[in-house]
């Protein structure tokens, strides 16, 4: 399909961070529909908070987030694990019957053939028959099935996943990545976050090199070199939390920018190839500023 070639997410020199604490620092790229980008990098280096600004869970300190082309409730997002209260007295069942809160609201109920797309997504990703469970009853693997079933009912155009494949069984991992790619042969876009460098290298494509600042983006084959890996562990090492505060330029425009492209994903306007991004400098060409806190 064509789709491919059109434009999805765009980020304008991009800052997210927390209490104008930077962690991703002047990022611009644009990701067309259709591609499957690994994100990776060094532990803090930005991935997360990139998947939470794109997911609208983060609202820029700088720069602009633009997602173009998506319909209402067109983008799914998977957290990390560890964000689950496993606690919480639910049914495997609910939980992934929660996929289609788009289509029944806060407090509807589920149609007979909705209750037959639920048990149809956990018996695709091998979940037959747990229906009944407790959530907290499951492996870490079992559990990652079960969110992947509640992903297939959200049929999001651009899903947004973080470490899907951290800390579950190798055979789930295969079975989640062959998902990952029937969704991506449908033309959906796809960003995961992946630790395992092998993994990107037979599975992506596309990745996208973090170090709380831009290292690479493009072919896989072209961003994982061991040259600007090195780069990026050079840059995760000499991160400094006192280190002179990064001038971040709070034009109206851009602030104006950012928050009508978020108030447009949440009202589902959202969908935006990956020139390559340039370290060295922002999108305007400037020199970047040094990494460490942001100027009030």
Not at 10 to 33: C, K
Not at 35 to 56: F, I
Not at 127 to 140: H, N, Q, T, Y
Request: proline content about 7%; overall charge negative; glycine content about 10%.
């Amino acid at each position: 399909m064509n789709d491919a070639v059109l434009p999805m997410i765009h980020l304008d020199n991009l800052t997210l961070g927390y209490d104008r604490h930077p962690a991703v620092h002047h990022l611009s790229a644009e990701i067309p529909a259709g591609a499957l980008v690994a994100v990776v990098g060094p532990n803090g280096a930005g991935k997360s908070t990139l998947l939470k600004g794109l997911a609208g869970e983060l609202r820029p300190i700088g720069g602009r987030i633009v997602l173009s082309g998506l319909p209402p409730s067109g983008l799914a997002y998977l957290p990390q694990r560890g964000e689950i209260d496993h606690s919480f007295p639910v049914s495997v069942f609910d939980v992934v019957a929660m996929g289609l809160w788009h289509e029944i609201g806060a407090f509807g109920g589920l149609s007979r053939d909705q209750r037959a797309r639920v048990r149809a997504a956990l018996d695709a990703v091998g979940m037959a028959g747990f229906e009944s469970r407790p959530i907290g009853s499951l492996s870490g693997g079992q559990l990652q099935r079960a969110r992947f079933a509640r992903l297939m009912l959200q049929d999001a155009p651009l899903i947004l996943l973080d470490e899907p494949f951290a800390a579950i069984d190798s055979r789930t991992v295969e079975d989640l990545i062959r998902l990952i790619l029937a969704w991506h042969a449908e033309g959906r876009t796809i960003l995961t976050v992946v630790h395992d460098l092998d993994q990107v290298r037979r599975h992506f494509p596309t990745a996208l090199l973090l170090s709380r600042e831009p290292v690479a983006f493009g072919p896989t084959v072209e961003v994982l070199t061991p040259e600007r890996l090195a780069r990026a562990r050079k840059l995760s090492e000499a991160f400094d939390e006192h280190a002179p505060e990064c001038h971040i330029e709070a034009l109206p425009a851009v602030e104006i920018a950012a928050a009508a492209a978020l108030h447009a994903h949440a009202h589902g306007d959202g969908r935006t190839v990956a020139p390559p991004l340039h370290a060295g400098a922002d999108a305007h060409g400037h020199p970047r500023p040094r990494r460490g806190h942001l100027q009030h």
